[in-house]
């Protein structure tokens, strides 16, 4: 069992900055990836952010290049996401998921996600 936690949202001035941090605990040893999901509004489909594999290889997607840094600390068991220059339609709730294993499914389950508010 794995249990990840987010954290380090809040309400932030168009242009700034946030570090979000996704605790690990459990199962360290299955983990094979970590992705950082957010959700704009709710019904609304999650979208990957970034995701850093056990390698420490980061993933973005194109519509995410830039302004997201993803990185990790193994002897904290945190993966963080920085993220630059924000602005109003980054807003929303940022969730961390895991893969076990390399191309393998997302975990169904989610966790409450941190609430990113990106307004002046």
């Known amino acids: 069992q794995v249990r990840l936690v987010e954290s380090g949202g809040g309400l932030v001035r168009p242009g700034g900055s946030l570090r979000l941090t996704c605790k690990a605990s459990?199962?360290?040893?299955?983990?094979?990836?970590i992705g950082w999901y957010r959700r704009q509004a709710p019904g609304k489909q999650r979208e990957l952010v970034a995701s850093i594999s056990r390698p420490s290889s980061p993933y973005y997607p194109n519509a995410m290049k830039g302004r997201f840094t993803i990185s990790r600390d193994n002897a904290e068991n945190t993966v963080y996401l920085q993220m630059n220059r924000l602005r109003p339609e980054d807003s929303a709730v940022y969730f961390c998921n895991k893969q076990s294993q390399a191309r393998g499914p997302w975990d169904a389950d989610w966790g409450q996600g941190t609430q990113v508010t990106v307004s002046s």
């Open positions: 459990g199962d360290i040893g299955s983990i094979y990836a």
